[in-house]
């Protein structure tokens, strides 16, 4: 079958998105196919080109995962020549994301109702990390303070130690993600009926999504049920959680109809019609006891690999623990392109994480770019605003547009 289109091709986004959570949306659109064209402020451009791995022409691999597939406009925002440049490309665009802090876009004088003024049908979202309303909504913040505000991160940790920070944005990229869906039910709305929105994405309300049972739970019980860290063990489930083997780690989730299967799987048949763990409920509270006689089982085993073999034949729920090298490594995550290898000038071949989502009729490009600083602003201001060569060069000497001078990307590449 003959690959389809991108399905976003002929949708333009202005993006006014800076770290994680707002590049993460405007990402998603681009590599599906919308023209998306990223306003930068300054030659330093986006905070995250610095981070990571990186280049002195501002390119860094932390930049590239979440800013690929996107051309750079990089105007003086103080100007009011550069302001006029945006207003006069609002007619031509279809969404505008930002996630600078609440206020701040209206300030620029880029609020939604001046912006619709102009353009009925645009779609405009922000991402921030408490919401643009509300009392903690002037809050500055970012992914943990989301968590911490959303009841999550007291949960991360072990009982008798201090709640953690995990190492990857479990905020930031679930909320851009989301922000991209709701941009894309938006456009089909607005095909629909002619009229744009605003949208309002936050980091906090993701994460308050993300408790799958607590929730109503507490909300009828009160006081007389909670939920508290519960280290390397599930909360509520058992056998489920983290579990010591030969040479590293293994994690089972065993739901109840799932018991009689790891109690075949370690020779102990009987713990099915034992009372301690006849229920969930009550294995639950004999979890200490269940784990050791798991991972006593386990220890008789020479290594992890071996441990995950035996669990399978009885298909009980588990996988390896592995490090971000051993996923890095794996078949079947390269078989299914979830890591993908791109290349930079500047930074050479590297690999990245992929799409999350596999389409039957699309595949995602393999020639993923991403822009120096005003790379891109040539090209469209001539296709967006029709501006000569001459106009262009004269808001150079002005200083509304800005771009890495030629020499630095020459001498990093």
Wanted: glycine content about 8%; some cysteine; aromatic content about 8%.
């Amino acid at each position: 079958m003959e690959q389809q289109a991108p399905m976003l091709k002929g949708y333009r986004v202005l993006d006014f998105t800076h770290f994680v959570a707002g590049p993460t949306c405007t990402r998603i659109l681009g590599e599906l196919g919308a023209d998306v064209i990223k306003i930068e402020r300054s030659l330093g451009g986006d905070h995250v080109r610095g981070m990571g791995l990186g280049s002195n022409d501002g390119m860094s691999t932390y930049y590239f995962q979440h800013s690929h597939s996107k051309r750079s406009l990089a105007l003086d925002l103080h100007r009011p020549e550069a302001k006029e440049i945006i207003l006069r490309m609002i007619p031509s665009i279809d969404v505008v994301v930002e996630n600078f802090a609440p206020g701040t876009i209206r300030d620029l004088g880029f609020g939604y109702e001046v912006l619709s003024s102009i353009n009925p049908k645009i779609i405009m979202c922000s991402c921030s990390t408490t919401g643009q309303t509300g009392p903690l909504s002037k809050r500055p913040g970012y992914d943990f303070i989301g968590a911490s505000f959303a009841g999550v991160t007291g949960l991360l940790g072990e009982p008798d130690r201090p709640p953690i920070c995990p190492t990857l944005a479990i905020g930031d990229v679930p909320t851009g993600v989301a922000a991209a869906m709701a941009v894309g039910f938006a456009l089909l709305n607005a095909t629909r009926t002619g009229r744009g929105q605003y949208l309002d994405a936050s980091l906090l309300d993701t994460y308050f999504h993300m408790h799958e049972m607590a929730v109503p739970v507490i909300s009828i019980r009160k006081d007389k049920f909670t939920i508290r860290r519960n280290g390397s063990q599930h909360p509520y489930g058992s056998p489920s959680g983290v579990f010591k083997c030969p040479g590293g780690y293994i994690m089972l989730l065993v739901q109840q109809h799932e018991f009689g299967r790891i109690a075949q799987a370690i020779g102990r048949p009987e713990l099915v019609d034992d009372p301690r763990f006849k229920t969930n409920s009550r294995r639950v509270r004999n979890n200490d006891a269940l784990k050791q006689m798991i991972e006593d089982w386990f220890a008789t085993f020479p290594d992890r690999d071996s441990v995950v073999a035996a669990l399978d034949k009885f298909r009980v729920p588990c996988a390896p623990v592995w490090s971000l090298e051993e996923a890095m490594a794996s078949p079947h995550l390269r078989e299914r392109k979830t890591i993908r290898q791109v290349s930079d000038p500047a930074l050479g071949q590297f690999e990245i994480p992929g799409f999350p989502v596999k389409f039957s009729d699309w595949s995602p490009p393999s020639d993923l770019k991403a822009s120096r600083v005003g790379e891109d602003n040539e090209a469209v201001l001539r296709e967006l605003l029709g501006l000569s060569a001459q106009e262009i060069d004269a808001l150079y000497t002005e200083g509304v547009l800005l771009k890495v001078p030629p020499a630095a990307a020459d001498k990093s590449s």
